[in-house]
């Protein structure tokens, strides 16, 4: 691709050859670059062109986290070469299964995109210095040990003679990669751990990067679709006659649990849409509704026989003999991932029996597998186009409906590429929901107002065994439904956790941070404590972290950096909460005012964050402050309510996020204590409602055991 061609350009000129966004991959050693000169392939992750420019292949999805920079990073760090000649680009899955899986894994979610991958695409950067330098040896023929790279150039020591990257680049390909390779002490890191330009914000900005909802291939044509709006439902009958007679309209699809209309425009298929008349069956569950959940969850806590996650000492003797016993409830709702970009596939049945598929997707490998079963072909005629995402916050990754609807109506309308997109309200609507939960606390304080004992009932859906059925659950715990319970990091004697498994008819999923509700009620159920113990929160929580703890770190660091103590100005009222998760350590400070009428405002947020190591300082106060702004939505607003088996909010305008003027300060401390890999894509929204809560009790004297905040009078008690 020219630096004078548009990714939207090329994607068109490039399917219209036949091959898609594949074509570079089809060449594995060498492919035409600008003016016709060959880059090289040095190995599976790195390409370079004769003047030095090096493209760096990402195998994670691009989701706004800037894991598409990161990764480039830790590449570019050990491969030595010139950032400023660095681009990247999406690795293939189709070439990715024809070479075994060489890129590792394709699949990012739990802030797991730069952790879960550091070691092998650092050692990728390594191993490909080593080849080049021995090809820049070889030509002189001397010893590798005598030479030494820097930005991209070789220098024979002794000679003073230099090679540039570009111009060995061929010899280097063709050497076998080292075994074993010495990576760079991260003190030594030149581009790793530094705020490097994000690679992909000035196409961004330019609205020049390809999203799924901007495909445009020749001869395209456009679906939308219906599903059941009872969860579970199927079709019984179609009348389509309407639908048929107007303008556009190419054809009605009809599956087993969704019907779609395609014609030559987006909205040309959804206003016929609207006039197809479908029976649904909706297999009893249009009974269902927000009293039945509760029902059913309230019945969970009640169990006398649930499965523990987490047994230590004897819970029930503290409580016997404890000088107070707290005990509270909370609970919270269904919540949307309510992505920018709704659900979208395009996808392309050849007549030559090749599939290719372009979506947004947080896991190609699992999107593929989906597009080859539905299709009913193997992994090697199928090739998935990855996208930037318009969000993604677990949605696009182990649930992969709308790829599969894609390519069912892409199989009804063979040779022709289709584009089925959701409409905002299908989206909102047909998600895979955070789970509604109830959590029943129950502490003990010694007469010194210590916390000697807690018990603790976690009653919610399990997202594993909706999403990942397949995957054992041992014991009957899910692992994301007690997460912040059955691994406090607090030190109290006794602590038993119990998880009532209840999975109602609503689709549960992986929403930012699985189990994020837990630390909200820990946190929340810890200041109750501290408040009885007469305590000032810190402290109280501090006495219960060992001195090596990552959490005391991040708690000493917040306190710090937000000056909790220190006077504040008139209304203005603090909170503070801390949590691990997802590979890291974080903890928050909330400032906040409520007003004479009850209006909240949350005016600054401070939070810390040890992650081990940071690769790139800029982006990762980014996602601090994405994690704030995104979360909030829940904390204020935001909930999924269920009547006669189905959603009623259907669109932004009864599903808000935050509104501008609801957005706090954020400052974002980073206190990377190294040893250890962390992310950074979820952990900072891991103690963000505990914190907010806590302040409003502390400004209000009310404490809040149920979200969203609009249903609370939160006007001083």
Request: hydrophobic residues 45%.
């Amino acid at each position: 691709m020219t630096s004078t061609l548009s990714r939207r350009d090329f994607l068109k000129v490039s399917s219209a050859l036949g091959g898609g966004l594949a074509l570079e991959f089809r060449f594995p050693v060498a492919f035409a670059a600008a003016g016709g000169a060959a880059a090289t392939e040095v190995t599976a992750w790195i390409v370079i062109h004769p003047d030095d420019r090096v493209v760096i292949r990402v195998a994670r999805s691009e989701m706004g986290q800037g894991s598409y920079t990161a990764l480039a990073q830790l590449v570019a760090e050990e491969l030595d070469c010139d950032w400023s000649k660095v681009s990247a680009e999406f690795a293939s899955p189709n070439e990715h299964i024809r070479r075994n899986r060489v890129w590792g894994s394709m699949s990012t979610g739990g802030s797991q995109g730069v952790r879960g991958s550091q070691d092998y695409v650092r050692k990728a950067g390594a191993s490909a210095r080593e080849m080049l330098t021995a090809a820049a040896a070889a030509r002189w023929k001397v010893p590798a040990a005598e030479c030494t790279a820097d930005k991209g150039v070789i220098t024979h020591k002794p000679s003073a003679r230099k090679l540039r990257y570009g111009e060995v680049a061929a010899a280097a390909a063709k050497l076998a990669p080292p075994k074993e390779v010495t990576l760079r002490d991260p003190a030594q890191w030149k581009i790793a751990g530094k705020p490097m330009h994000r690679l992909d914000i000035p196409d961004k900005v330019r609205g020049r990067p390809v999203f799924g909802v901007d495909v445009a291939l020749p001869g395209m044509l456009h679906a939308s679709i219906a599903q059941c709006p009872v969860f579970g439902g199927k079709v019984k009958s179609v009348d389509d006659k309407a639908a048929l007679a107007m303008r556009g309209v190419k054809k009605v699809v009809r599956e087993e649990d969704f019907v779609a209309v395609v014609a030559d425009n987006w909205w040309r298929a959804n206003q016929a849409l609207k006039q197809v008349k479908i029976d649904w069956d909706f297999g009893g569950r249009e009974h269902a509704d927000n009293d039945t959940i509760a029902a059913m969850l309230r019945e969970g806590l009640g169990d006398p026989n649930l499965p523990q996650a987490r047994k230590i000492g004897d819970v029930q003797a503290a409580l016997s003999g404890a000088a107070k016993v707290i005990e509270a409830e909370y609970q919270s709702p269904y919540l949307s991932h309510a992505t920018m970009e709704p659900q979208t596939c395009t996808a392309w049945l050849k007549p030559e029996g090749f599939l290719d598929v372009w979506t947004s997707t947080q896991n190609a490998e699992s999107s593929m597998a989906v597009a080859a079963q539905t299709a009913g072909l193997p992994l090697e005629k199928v090739e998935v186009h990855k996208m930037m995402l318009g969000g993604g916050f677990g949605r696009r990754g182990a649930s992969q409906d709308f790829v599969r609807q894609g390519v069912a109506i892409a199989k009804a309308m063979p040779g022709v590429p289709v584009k089925m997109m959701w409409s905002r309200e299908e989206d909102v609507q047909h998600d895979f929901y955070r789970p509604a939960s109830m959590v029943r606390m129950k502490a003990a304080l010694d007469a010194g107002g210590n916390l000697v004992a807690m018990h603790t009932r976690v009653a919610c859906p399990s997202i594993l065994r909706v999403v990942l059925p397949d995957t054992p659950i041992k014991d009957g715990i899910d692992f994301s439904a007690v997460r912040s319970f059955n691994d406090m990091p607090y030190t109290v004697p006794s602590q038993q956790v119990d998880y009532a498994m209840r999975n109602g008819h609503v689709p549960v999923g992986f929403w930012r941070a699985p189990g994020q509700q837990n630390a909200y009620y820990r946190e929340c159920f810890i200041d109750e404590l501290a408040s009885a113990a007469g305590k000032d929160p810190v402290e109280f929580r501090l006495a219960m972290l060992k001195a090596d703890d990552k959490s005391r770190g991040v708690l000493e660091a917040v306190a710090k950096a937000a000056g909790w103590g220190s006077a504040l100005p008139a209304g203005v009222h603090r909170g503070v909460a801390v949590a691990d998760g997802f590979g890291s350590y974080s903890a928050m400070v909330a400032e906040v005012s409520v007003n004479e009428a009850g209006e909240l405002r949350v005016r600054r947020i401070v939070v810390a964050i040890d992650s081990g190591y940071v690769v790139n300082p800029d982006t990762c106060r980014a996602q601090a402050e994405s994690n704030v702004v995104y979360g909030l939505g829940s904390v204020l607003h935001q909930e999924i309510n269920i009547k006669d088996g189905r959603v009623l909010e259907s669109n932004f305008h009864d599903f808000p996020l935050p509104h501008i003027n609801e957005i706090p300060t954020v400052e974002t401390v980073l206190v990377p204590t190294g040893g250890f890999w962390g992310g950074h894509g979820e952990p900072a929204i891991l103690p963000l409602t505990p914190a907010v809560c806590n302040a409003i009790f502390a400004a209000t004297g009310k404490r809040v055991r149920s979200l969203p905040l609009k249903h609370h009078d939160l006007r001083k008690a």
